[in-house]
Protein backbone atom coordinates (compact mmCIF):
# COMPACT_ATOMS: atom_id res chain seq x y z
CA UNK A 1 0.00 0.00 0.00
CA UNK A 2 1.58 3.29 -0.98
CA UNK A 3 2.09 5.81 1.82
CA UNK A 4 -0.53 8.62 0.32
CA UNK A 5 -3.40 5.79 -0.05
CA UNK A 6 -2.61 4.83 3.37
CA UNK A 7 -2.85 8.09 4.69
CA UNK A 8 -6.25 9.28 2.73
CA UNK A 9 -7.88 5.60 4.33
CA UNK A 10 -6.54 6.77 7.93
CA UNK A 11 -7.92 10.06 7.50
CA UNK A 12 -11.04 8.23 6.24
CA UNK A 13 -11.49 6.27 9.45
CA UNK A 14 -9.57 2.63 8.93
CA UNK A 15 -8.10 0.73 11.36
CA UNK A 16 -4.79 -0.80 10.12
CA UNK A 17 -3.00 -4.08 10.86
CA UNK A 18 -0.07 -5.78 9.26
CA UNK A 19 -1.76 -7.03 5.69
CA UNK A 20 -3.99 -3.96 5.63
CA UNK A 21 -7.53 -2.55 6.67
CA UNK A 22 -8.38 -4.38 9.68
CA UNK A 23 -11.48 -2.37 9.86
CA UNK A 24 -13.34 0.86 10.08
CA UNK A 25 -14.32 0.90 14.32
CA UNK A 26 -16.94 -2.09 14.42
CA UNK A 27 -15.91 -5.00 12.87
CA UNK A 28 -18.58 -7.39 14.02
CA UNK A 29 -21.41 -4.87 12.19
CA UNK A 30 -18.83 -5.02 9.62
CA UNK A 31 -19.04 -8.75 8.91
CA UNK A 32 -22.71 -8.47 9.50
CA UNK A 33 -23.57 -5.14 6.89
CA UNK A 34 -21.16 -7.20 4.34
CA UNK A 35 -24.44 -9.53 3.41
CA UNK A 36 -27.22 -6.80 3.59
CA UNK A 37 -26.52 -3.82 2.55
CA UNK A 38 -23.72 -2.07 0.08
CA UNK A 39 -20.66 -1.71 0.74
CA UNK A 40 -16.78 -1.29 -0.09
CA UNK A 41 -13.29 -2.03 0.97
CA UNK A 42 -9.56 -1.87 0.03
CA UNK A 43 -8.13 -4.30 -1.70
CA UNK A 44 -4.30 -3.60 -0.58
CA UNK A 45 -3.87 -7.01 1.31
CA UNK A 46 -3.72 -8.67 -2.50
CA UNK A 47 -0.44 -8.44 -4.23
CA UNK A 48 0.00 -7.66 -8.18
CA UNK A 49 1.99 -8.54 -10.57
CA UNK A 50 2.49 -6.76 -13.67
CA UNK A 51 3.62 -8.83 -16.29
CA UNK A 52 4.92 -6.60 -19.72
CA UNK A 53 6.90 -7.50 -23.16
CA UNK A 54 6.35 -8.33 -26.31
CA UNK A 55 6.03 -12.12 -25.21
CA UNK A 56 4.03 -11.40 -22.64
CA UNK A 57 0.78 -13.34 -23.98
CA UNK A 58 2.73 -16.71 -24.86
CA UNK A 59 4.99 -16.64 -21.57
CA UNK A 60 1.50 -16.68 -19.69
CA UNK A 61 0.01 -18.67 -21.95
CA UNK A 62 2.43 -21.66 -21.03
CA UNK A 63 2.57 -21.32 -17.49
CA UNK A 64 -1.62 -20.70 -16.78
CA UNK A 65 -4.56 -22.70 -16.65
CA UNK A 66 -6.55 -20.98 -18.77
CA UNK A 67 -6.30 -19.27 -22.09
CA UNK A 68 -4.58 -16.01 -21.90
CA UNK A 69 -5.72 -15.34 -25.35
CA UNK A 70 -9.06 -14.44 -23.91
CA UNK A 71 -8.10 -11.56 -22.22
CA UNK A 72 -7.77 -8.00 -23.24
CA UNK A 73 -9.18 -4.91 -22.13
CA UNK A 74 -12.33 -5.76 -22.14
CA UNK A 75 -12.66 -9.59 -20.64
CA UNK A 76 -10.33 -10.65 -17.44
CA UNK A 77 -10.29 -14.17 -16.36
CA UNK A 78 -9.41 -16.33 -13.00
CA UNK A 79 -6.86 -18.76 -13.98
CA UNK A 80 -4.60 -20.87 -11.76
CA UNK A 81 -0.61 -21.59 -11.52
CA UNK A 82 0.46 -25.03 -11.04
CA UNK A 83 3.45 -27.46 -10.16
CA UNK A 84 4.17 -29.58 -12.81
CA UNK A 85 2.34 -32.73 -10.50
CA UNK A 86 -0.85 -30.10 -11.27
CA UNK A 87 -1.35 -28.84 -7.72
CA UNK A 88 -2.12 -25.27 -7.33
CA UNK A 89 1.16 -22.82 -6.35
CA UNK A 90 -1.82 -19.85 -6.67
CA UNK A 91 -4.94 -18.43 -8.66
CA UNK A 92 -4.54 -15.38 -10.38
CA UNK A 93 -7.57 -12.52 -11.05
CA UNK A 94 -5.94 -11.57 -14.25
CA UNK A 95 -6.62 -8.13 -15.81
CA UNK A 96 -5.39 -6.16 -19.14
CA UNK A 97 -4.51 -2.29 -18.68
CA UNK A 98 -2.82 -0.01 -21.17
CA UNK A 99 -0.78 -3.63 -22.63
CA UNK A 100 0.13 -5.19 -19.43
CA UNK A 101 -1.06 -7.97 -17.59
CA UNK A 102 -2.21 -7.58 -13.88
CA UNK A 103 -1.86 -10.90 -11.90
CA UNK A 104 -3.75 -10.19 -8.46
CA UNK A 105 -3.14 -12.77 -6.09
CA UNK A 106 -2.38 -13.27 -2.18
CA UNK A 107 0.03 -10.61 -0.94
CA UNK A 108 1.95 -13.22 1.11
CA UNK A 109 2.47 -15.61 -1.63
CA UNK A 110 3.68 -12.64 -4.42
CA UNK A 111 8.00 -12.98 -4.07
CA UNK A 112 7.79 -16.91 -4.25
CA UNK A 113 5.31 -16.73 -7.31
CA UNK A 114 7.22 -13.96 -8.68
CA UNK A 115 10.67 -15.98 -8.63
CA UNK A 116 9.28 -18.79 -9.65
CA UNK A 117 8.06 -17.48 -13.02
CA UNK A 118 11.04 -15.22 -13.65
CA UNK A 119 12.64 -19.13 -13.97
CA UNK A 120 10.36 -19.51 -17.15
CA UNK A 121 11.13 -16.23 -18.85
CA UNK A 122 14.56 -17.85 -20.16
CA UNK A 123 14.86 -15.57 -23.47
CA UNK A 124 11.32 -14.25 -23.71
CA UNK A 125 11.03 -10.50 -24.49
CA UNK A 126 8.56 -10.47 -20.74
CA UNK A 127 9.21 -8.39 -17.88
CA UNK A 128 7.89 -9.31 -14.47
CA UNK A 129 7.26 -6.31 -11.40
CA UNK A 130 5.91 -6.18 -8.32
CA UNK A 131 2.91 -3.46 -8.95
CA UNK A 132 1.23 -3.83 -5.70
CA UNK A 133 2.02 0.26 -4.81
CA UNK A 134 1.47 0.94 -8.54
CA UNK A 135 -2.03 0.59 -8.53
CA UNK A 136 -4.56 1.56 -6.25
CA UNK A 137 -7.41 -0.90 -5.91
CA UNK A 138 -11.02 -1.26 -3.95
CA UNK A 139 -13.61 -3.40 -4.00
CA UNK A 140 -17.25 -2.66 -3.44
CA UNK A 141 -20.74 -4.75 -3.82
CA UNK A 142 -23.99 -4.37 -3.43
CA UNK A 143 -26.97 -1.98 -5.59
CA UNK A 144 -26.05 1.06 -4.25
CA UNK A 145 -22.36 1.14 -5.08
CA UNK A 146 -23.85 0.32 -8.26
CA UNK A 147 -25.84 3.05 -8.82
CA UNK A 148 -22.79 5.42 -7.31
CA UNK A 149 -21.12 3.85 -9.98
CA UNK A 150 -23.29 4.21 -12.71
CA UNK A 151 -23.20 7.75 -11.41
CA UNK A 152 -19.25 7.88 -12.60
CA UNK A 153 -19.66 5.78 -16.05
CA UNK A 154 -22.34 4.65 -18.22
CA UNK A 155 -22.02 0.99 -19.05
CA UNK A 156 -20.66 -0.79 -16.33
CA UNK A 157 -19.73 -4.54 -16.97
CA UNK A 158 -22.89 -6.33 -16.70
CA UNK A 159 -21.05 -10.01 -16.62
CA UNK A 160 -18.54 -11.81 -14.60
CA UNK A 161 -15.22 -11.05 -15.55
CA UNK A 162 -16.37 -8.60 -18.14
CA UNK A 163 -14.19 -5.54 -17.63
CA UNK A 164 -15.15 -0.79 -18.74
CA UNK A 165 -12.16 0.84 -19.43
CA UNK A 166 -12.94 4.71 -18.04
CA UNK A 167 -10.93 7.93 -17.71
CA UNK A 168 -7.66 5.42 -16.01
CA UNK A 169 -9.74 3.56 -14.16
CA UNK A 170 -10.10 -0.48 -15.02
CA UNK A 171 -13.65 -1.38 -13.57
CA UNK A 172 -14.47 -5.21 -13.50
CA UNK A 173 -17.15 -7.13 -12.53
CA UNK A 174 -16.88 -9.76 -10.26
CA UNK A 175 -18.34 -13.40 -9.96
CA UNK A 176 -21.28 -14.10 -7.19
CA UNK A 177 -24.07 -14.46 -8.92
CA UNK A 178 -26.86 -14.22 -6.62
CA UNK A 179 -25.35 -12.36 -4.05
CA UNK A 180 -25.77 -9.11 -5.88
CA UNK A 181 -23.88 -6.43 -8.33
CA UNK A 182 -19.99 -6.48 -7.29
CA UNK A 183 -16.86 -4.82 -8.85
CA UNK A 184 -12.81 -4.30 -8.41
CA UNK A 185 -11.94 -1.10 -9.29
CA UNK A 186 -7.92 0.08 -10.18
CA UNK A 187 -6.56 3.26 -11.05
CA UNK A 188 -3.71 5.72 -9.73
CA UNK A 189 -3.99 6.87 -6.11
CA UNK A 190 -5.94 10.60 -7.15
CA UNK A 191 -8.63 9.39 -9.35
CA UNK A 192 -9.05 6.43 -6.67
CA UNK A 193 -9.33 8.94 -3.87
CA UNK A 194 -12.18 10.26 -5.84
CA UNK A 195 -14.15 7.19 -6.59
CA UNK A 196 -13.35 6.10 -2.42
CA UNK A 197 -15.69 9.68 -1.37
CA UNK A 198 -18.02 9.06 -4.34
CA UNK A 199 -18.79 5.03 -3.49
CA UNK A 200 -19.03 6.51 0.90
CA UNK A 201 -22.09 8.43 -0.06
CA UNK A 202 -24.12 5.14 -0.84
CA UNK A 203 -21.98 2.60 0.81
CA UNK A 204 -20.44 1.64 4.26
CA UNK A 205 -16.52 1.02 4.24
CA UNK A 206 -15.32 -2.64 5.83
CA UNK A 207 -12.74 -4.25 6.81
CA UNK A 208 -11.03 -7.25 4.76
CA UNK A 209 -12.62 -9.63 7.00
CA UNK A 210 -16.26 -8.86 5.93
CA UNK A 211 -15.25 -8.21 2.34
CA UNK A 212 -13.88 -11.95 2.64
CA UNK A 213 -17.56 -13.40 3.60
CA UNK A 214 -18.67 -12.36 0.10
CA UNK A 215 -16.17 -14.13 -1.42
CA UNK A 216 -16.60 -17.20 0.38
CA UNK A 217 -20.19 -16.92 -0.70
CA UNK A 218 -19.84 -16.33 -4.31
CA UNK A 219 -17.33 -19.70 -3.91
CA UNK A 220 -14.53 -18.03 -4.70
CA UNK A 221 -11.24 -20.39 -4.08
CA UNK A 222 -7.91 -19.20 -2.68
CA UNK A 223 -4.41 -20.32 -2.43
CA UNK A 224 -2.87 -19.20 0.83
CA UNK A 225 0.55 -20.04 1.85
CA UNK A 226 -0.14 -22.88 3.79
CA UNK A 227 -1.66 -24.24 1.08
CA UNK A 228 0.89 -24.49 -1.49
CA UNK A 229 0.73 -27.14 -3.17
CA UNK A 230 -2.23 -28.55 -1.83
CA UNK A 231 -4.94 -28.60 -4.20
CA UNK A 232 -5.42 -29.56 -7.63
CA UNK A 233 -7.76 -26.91 -10.16
CA UNK A 234 -11.39 -29.32 -9.80
CA UNK A 235 -10.68 -30.30 -6.06
CA UNK A 236 -11.37 -25.93 -5.70
CA UNK A 237 -13.76 -25.90 -8.22
CA UNK A 238 -11.52 -23.68 -10.52
CA UNK A 239 -12.98 -25.27 -13.96
CA UNK A 240 -16.63 -24.77 -13.03
CA UNK A 241 -15.68 -20.89 -12.33
CA UNK A 242 -14.01 -20.67 -16.03
CA UNK A 243 -10.72 -20.74 -14.61
CA UNK A 244 -9.56 -23.73 -16.75
CA UNK A 245 -9.22 -23.97 -20.80
CA UNK A 246 -9.09 -27.87 -21.98
CA UNK A 247 -8.70 -26.90 -25.43
CA UNK A 248 -5.54 -24.19 -25.16
CA UNK A 249 -2.79 -26.85 -25.55
CA UNK A 250 0.42 -27.18 -22.98
CA UNK A 251 1.05 -25.57 -19.72
CA UNK A 252 2.60 -26.36 -16.11
CA UNK A 253 1.26 -29.42 -15.05
CA UNK A 254 -1.30 -29.55 -17.69
CA UNK A 255 -0.90 -33.37 -18.05
CA UNK A 256 -2.26 -34.20 -14.71
CA UNK A 257 -5.03 -31.84 -14.69
CA UNK A 258 -6.48 -32.59 -18.20
CA UNK A 259 -6.29 -36.43 -16.95
CA UNK A 260 -8.45 -36.01 -14.21
CA UNK A 261 -10.87 -34.42 -16.26
CA UNK A 262 -11.22 -36.51 -19.09
CA UNK A 263 -10.17 -39.92 -17.06
CA UNK A 264 -9.82 -39.76 -13.92
CA UNK A 265 -12.81 -38.89 -11.21
CA UNK A 266 -13.01 -36.01 -9.18
CA UNK A 267 -13.14 -37.45 -5.70
CA UNK A 268 -12.88 -34.02 -3.64
CA UNK A 269 -14.46 -30.86 -4.39
CA UNK A 270 -15.16 -27.62 -2.70
CA UNK A 271 -18.15 -26.38 -0.73
CA UNK A 272 -19.45 -23.71 1.53
CA UNK A 273 -19.56 -24.24 5.26
CA UNK A 274 -21.06 -22.56 8.62
CA UNK A 275 -18.74 -23.98 11.19
CA UNK A 276 -19.73 -23.32 15.31
CA UNK A 277 -16.78 -20.88 15.64
CA UNK A 278 -16.21 -17.37 16.12
CA UNK A 279 -12.68 -18.09 15.22
CA UNK A 280 -12.21 -18.82 11.14
CA UNK A 281 -10.32 -21.84 11.12
CA UNK A 282 -6.87 -21.20 9.45
CA UNK A 283 -6.40 -22.08 5.52
CA UNK A 284 -5.67 -25.75 5.55
CA UNK A 285 -6.61 -26.79 8.73
CA UNK A 286 -8.43 -30.59 8.42
CA UNK A 287 -11.93 -31.37 8.30
CA UNK A 288 -12.88 -34.80 9.42
CA UNK A 289 -16.05 -37.07 10.52
CA UNK A 290 -17.48 -36.42 13.78
CA UNK A 291 -18.33 -40.06 14.35
CA UNK A 292 -14.99 -42.41 13.51
CA UNK A 293 -12.32 -38.90 13.17
CA UNK A 294 -11.74 -39.58 9.78
CA UNK A 295 -10.08 -36.90 7.92
CA UNK A 296 -12.10 -36.22 4.78
CA UNK A 297 -11.13 -32.54 3.66
CA UNK A 298 -9.32 -29.12 4.42
CA UNK A 299 -9.97 -25.63 4.50
CA UNK A 300 -9.30 -23.07 1.52
CA UNK A 301 -10.40 -20.06 2.96
CA UNK A 302 -13.00 -18.89 6.02
CA UNK A 303 -14.43 -15.64 7.04
CA UNK A 304 -15.88 -14.06 10.81
CA UNK A 305 -19.82 -13.74 10.45
CA UNK A 306 -19.77 -11.60 13.65
CA UNK A 307 -22.39 -13.91 14.83
CA UNK A 308 -20.36 -16.31 17.16
CA UNK A 309 -19.65 -18.14 13.52
CA UNK A 310 -17.44 -18.49 10.72
CA UNK A 311 -18.16 -18.52 6.68
CA UNK A 312 -15.57 -20.88 5.21
CA UNK A 313 -15.12 -22.82 2.22
CA UNK A 314 -13.25 -26.32 2.30
CA UNK A 315 -12.23 -29.50 0.05
CA UNK A 316 -14.22 -32.11 1.08
CA UNK A 317 -14.61 -35.78 -0.48
CA UNK A 318 -17.61 -35.95 -2.08
CA UNK A 319 -18.94 -38.88 -0.63
CA UNK A 320 -18.85 -37.03 2.90
CA UNK A 321 -19.67 -33.83 2.09
CA UNK A 322 -23.22 -34.39 3.80
CA UNK A 323 -21.84 -36.49 6.58
CA UNK A 324 -21.75 -34.75 10.34
CA UNK A 325 -18.43 -33.01 10.29
CA UNK A 326 -15.92 -31.29 13.00
CA UNK A 327 -12.96 -29.03 12.72
CA UNK A 328 -10.02 -30.77 15.18
CA UNK A 329 -8.07 -27.51 15.81
CA UNK A 330 -11.55 -25.72 16.95
CA UNK A 331 -11.78 -28.24 20.26
CA UNK A 332 -14.11 -29.81 17.31
CA UNK A 333 -16.64 -27.16 16.27
CA UNK A 334 -19.10 -28.60 14.07
CA UNK A 335 -19.43 -27.62 10.59
CA UNK A 336 -22.97 -27.23 8.85
CA UNK A 337 -23.05 -27.57 4.71
CA UNK A 338 -24.49 -24.45 3.01
CA UNK A 339 -25.29 -23.93 -0.62
CA UNK A 340 -22.95 -21.98 -3.41
CA UNK A 341 -23.99 -20.14 -6.11
CA UNK A 342 -23.02 -22.78 -8.91
CA UNK A 343 -23.94 -26.65 -8.58
CA UNK A 344 -21.71 -28.85 -8.05
CA UNK A 345 -21.21 -32.00 -10.07
CA UNK A 346 -21.81 -35.22 -8.27
CA UNK A 347 -19.52 -38.10 -7.78
CA UNK A 348 -19.01 -40.35 -10.89
CA UNK A 349 -19.68 -44.01 -10.53
Given amino acids: MNDQ ?37 DYSHYGLIAVRGKDAQAFLQGQLTNDITRVDATHGQLSGYCSPKGRLLAIFHIFLRNDTYYLQLPHPLLESVMRRLQKYVLMSQVTLENASDTLVRLVCSGADSETALHALVNGLPGSSNEIRQHDGLTIIRLPGNGIGPRYAIHGDEPAMEKVWTMLDARAAPVGAAAWERLEIRAG ?130
Fill in 220 to 349: IPEVHLPTVEEFIPQTVNLELLGGVSFTKGCYTGQEIVTRLQHRGKTKRRMYRLTIASDTPPAPGAAIHLCKGGAAVGAIVRSAPTGDRSSDALATLMIEHHQAELCVPSLDGARARLESLPYDIPPLEA
Fill in 5 to 41: WRSFLEDAGAIMDEEGVAHFGSPIRETKVALSGSVMA
